[in-house]
């Protein structure tokens, strides 16, 4: 297995139904577990904590409603309205921009999607 690699994601192959896949290995920031992605853009948002867990998450306070959009470039991103504002965050992949519109946004990942935004 060729692997390149740094502390959070690395690159190598594994078998699938006896046919040999390409694959990034990404590790969760908690260190919790390590998780096989289709590309490089996946590992990267799982390795910085920008992916939202298989596990069911549980929000002490009440998420934020999202609504998922797609860019005319392909950048997937979702809404989070808060009030009269509303703040873009981008995400990795359709299939994230549809957890964040289906289960709302944590508070904690809704108040750095805003600082990041303010920032640019």
Same mark, same amino acid.
């Given at each position: 297995m060729t692997t390149i690699s740094n502390s959070h994601y690395f690159a190598g192959t594994r078998f699938v139904n006896g046919l040999q896949v390409p694959t990034y290995w990404a590790v969760r920031p908690d260190r919790s577990e390590v998780v096989a992605c289709a590309n490089i853009a996946s590992a990267r948002a799982i390795s910085e904590g920008r992916a939202p867990n298989r596990a069911a998450e549980v929000y002490q306070d009440r998420?934020?409603?999202?609504?998922?959009? #797609?860019?005319? %470039?392909?950048? &997937? &991103? #979702?809404?989070?309205?808060?009030?009269?504002? /509303?703040?873009?965050?981008? #995400?990795?992949?359709?299939?994230?921009?549809?957890? &964040?519109?289906?289960?709302? /946004?944590?508070?904690? #990942? %809704?108040?750095?999607? &805003?600082?990041?935004?303010?920032?640019?």
């Open positions: 998420p934020f409603n999202a609504v998922a959009f #797609v860019s005319p %470039a392909g950048q &997937y &991103y #979702v809404e989070i309205h808060v009030g009269s504002q /509303v703040v873009r965050m981008d #995400v990795a992949n359709a299939q994230t921009a549809r957890h &964040y519109a289906n289960n709302g /946004v944590a508070p904690e #990942v %809704a108040a750095d999607a &805003y600082s990041e935004e303010l920032n640019r």
